[in-house]
């Protein structure tokens, strides 16, 4: 009997063991698991994938349960996380499933030895991989400069502007920015009463300037954002959002005041003893008291209200859908009729006999006598920000930079649009990011924030470079100029007349690529000299690293030389055009139209790669570790090895076509004047 009970119980020992082998659903057998690539780089706030495979071994099926385990069984950082977090096995194949692994912004940047883990029931494999977090979080601001109002007194004009800026000028044609306060916010309004410059911040700061060179910040005792600012009866009113109304009789000590509301109010005037005060929902409010006592007056409208003036014995009002009102006494209004409700006014001025409204998309109307209103041709696309009028006549302001001026209301010049500039490349050296493109013209900054134009005589340019001493820009039709500086330019004799592309600098060399398998090579930057190339298709893009020029061009045209003298045609494996080339991390990557992006680390042999559907890339930049490519519609593609990309789109809907580093900022600049800066 023990010796039957003996065998029972070594049987029973023996089943135990068989059904620990088996998986959930009872069914025995194993699993092996493996990852490729073996190692990953995940930028902080982002995520990479990785392939997964599991093999099933003796009839096993089931879902194996992935996790991320640290190598040496240390904790893992509880920002890596891994997605989908399983994988099913249903029959006898091998199952290969895309795995991502996620890295939050606050997951320190370093390498990780991790594992993937599979678990089964009592079943376990695992695979080792390796997980650099590399810094990330590289949002993009848009530097596109917004002109939001717009001021003459004493002989000068001053406008408002981002980033703690105003801008003066003497004659409306040559404008000199002023730092007032620095800060990401912008100065709203911008007003000169009784022989003071007043200018109002998004954050509730008032400053006050005798010539608009030198500021003195005021206590508003508010942080609303303040928008407007009129003078009468020797009393300042300011108002702003929530229905903030501020009165002060010197423009240094400001009173809060009830006004009854707390709708937006965009704007202020005086006039024949009373202010008035427009804003949001068709709101208006006067007051003949110093500002103390408001009064809702009926408007007739809902549309936000958004500016006023008063002049000829007259207040005017516009507004959003086309809204112009007048009142002789502030109480009573009547709607005129402009003839379209597409048109969205920002502003409204008088002078020289003539009330001028600006708004949305350039749009300028005119009236003699604010019943009768004219469109007139603004010559910018640019959406109109705020209108002043002068001796002389009017000058508007508005987004991109744009300025214009005009005598008499009606024929407008512009004076300063870079909406209209195209930028084609980038460099950066000693403090400054200097910029070309099209129409012919460099932009620089010593910030990346804001941005100077320099308009020139000398055709589109296309590419820019420096040396230690030299910046170097290149362009249509033979186009070589240099500056020591970014500031001063000098045109050189290139010898050619084809368009040139691209420039760049190398082992004490200038080297220019262009039309028709041009190269030019300059030691100085001065002299120049013809190279043969051994190939007639246009060249576009022209890189330098590891002691190795790389020049790119039309149908997968690839060259290279060790001392831009002697070339070498290479085959590159593809018949895309190619544009940029760029050296970084030990290797070169190149990119052009149909989605081409190829890596090589030698230049000679070359791998092309999936843009992940983005077509078509102009440049390519190689920026604090990571590789930058620009493309269309507001996209960027990142990389740290050139392999491995991610996109990301940028927040600003415009084609990029340049990229710069400096300063610890990477800088892009695409069509429309567009620029943006990360971090």
């Not at 950082?77 to 399983?86: F, I, Q, W």
């Not at 512009?414 to 460099?442: I, K, L, M």
């Not at 790119?552 to 593809?574: C, H, K, R, Y």
């Amino acid at each position: 009997m023990k010796s039957a009970y003996r065998i029972l119980l070594s049987s029973l020992v023996a089943l135990a063991f068989l059904f620990a082998g088996c998986n959930q659903a009872g069914v025995p057998g194993s699993f092996t698991l493996s990852v490729d690539p073996a190692s990953v780089n995940v930028l902080q706030g982002e995520a990479t994938t990785f392939t997964v495979g599991i093999l099933p071994q003796d009839g096993f099926t089931g879902t194996v349960e992935l996790s991320l385990v640290a190598q040496d069984g240390s904790a893992v950082p509880a920002g890596l996380s891994l997605e989908p977090s399983s994988v099913q096995v249903s029959g006898p194949d091998a199952v290969a499933v895309s795995v991502s692994v996620r890295a939050a912004g606050d997951v320190p940047p370093q390498g990780y030895a991790l594992r993937i883990e599979g678990s089964s029931g009592s079943l376990k494999a695992g695979a080792d991989l390796g997980v650099e977090v590399r810094p990330g979080g590289k949002l993009w601001t848009p530097r596109v400069l917004e002109l939001n109002g717009v001021a003459y007194g004493g002989g000068r004009y001053v406008i408002g502007a981002d980033s703690g800026y105003v801008f003066t000028s003497d004659n409306a044609l040559d404008w000199s920015s002023v730092l007032v306060s620095p800060g990401d916010w912008m100065i709203r309004g911008v007003a000169y009463e009784n022989g003071i410059f007043v200018a109002l911040s998004s954050e509730g700061k008032i400053f006050t300037s005798p010539d608009g060179a030198s500021w003195t910040e005021q206590d508003s005792g508010t942080t609303n954002f303040l928008y407007s600012v009129a003078y009468g009866n020797n009393l300042y009113v300011a108002v702003g959002r929530y229905g903030t109304i501020l009165t002060s009789p010197d423009a240094a000590s400001w009173t809060a005041q009830n006004s009854g509301t707390t709708y937006s109010l965009y704007d202020v005037a005086y006039g024949n003893g009373l202010f008035v005060a427009v804003g949001s929902n068709g709101k208006i409010y006067t007051s003949d008291d110093d500002g103390v006592t408001w009064v809702e007056q009926a408007s007739g409208t809902t549309s936000s209200l958004l500016g006023v003036t008063y002049g000829n014995g007259l207040f005017v009002v516009v507004g959003l859908n086309g809204v112009i009102l007048t009142s002789s006494d502030g109480v009573n209004w009547t709607a005129q009729t402009l003839g379209t409700t597409d048109i969205f006014f920002n502003d409204v001025t008088y002078g020289n006999g003539l009330y001028v409204a600006v708004g949305l998309s350039g749009a300028v109307v005119t009236s003699p006598d604010g019943v009768n209103w004219t469109v007139q041709v603004a010559q910018t696309p640019s959406d109109l920000r705020g209108v002043t009028a002068d001796d002389t006549g009017f000058v508007a302001v508005g987004d991109n930079g744009a300025i214009i001026r005009s005598a008499d209301g009606v024929a407008w010049m512009t004076v300063s649009q870079s909406v209209e500039y195209w930028f084609s490349d980038g460099t950066f050296r000693d403090g400054t990011f200097v910029f070309v493109g099209t129409p012919s013209g460099v932009v620089t900054s010593t910030d990346g924030v804001h941005w100077l134009l320099q308009l020139m005589d000398a055709g589109d340019l296309y590419g820019v470079i420096s040396s230690p001493d030299l910046f170097v820009a290149v362009g249509e039709v033979g186009t070589i100029l240099t500056s020591p500086d970014g500031a001063v330019w000098s045109g050189q004799s290139s010898g050619v007349t084809v368009d040139l592309s691209d420039v760049i600098y190398g082992n004490d060399l200038f080297v220019v690529v262009g039309d028709d398998g041009t190269i030019l090579t300059s030691p100085d930057g001065v002299n120049w000299t013809a190279q043969t190339s051994g190939v007639t298709a246009d060249l576009v893009g022209v890189g330098y690293g590891n002691g190795l020029f790389v020049a790119v061009g039309e149908g997968g045209t690839i060259l290279t030389s060790p001392d831009g003298v002697n070339w070498t045609a290479q085959t590159s494996g593809i018949a895309a055009n190619l544009f940029g080339v760029v050296y970084g991390n030990g290797r070169f990557v190149a990119v052009g139209d149909v989605s081409a992006l190829g890596v090589s680390t030698d230049g000679v042999h070359w791998s092309w790669l999936s843009s992940n559907g983005y077509d078509g890339f102009w440049r390519i930049g190689y920026a604090d570790g990571t590789f930058v490519a620009p493309t269309y519609a507001g996209y960027t593609l990142v990389s740290m090895d050139g392999e491995q990309w991610l996109a990301r789109f940028t927040g600003v809907a415009a084609s990029f076509y340049a990229v710069a580093y400096g300063n610890g900022q990477i800088v892009m600049g695409g069509d429309s004047g567009a620029i943006i800066t990360s971090p």
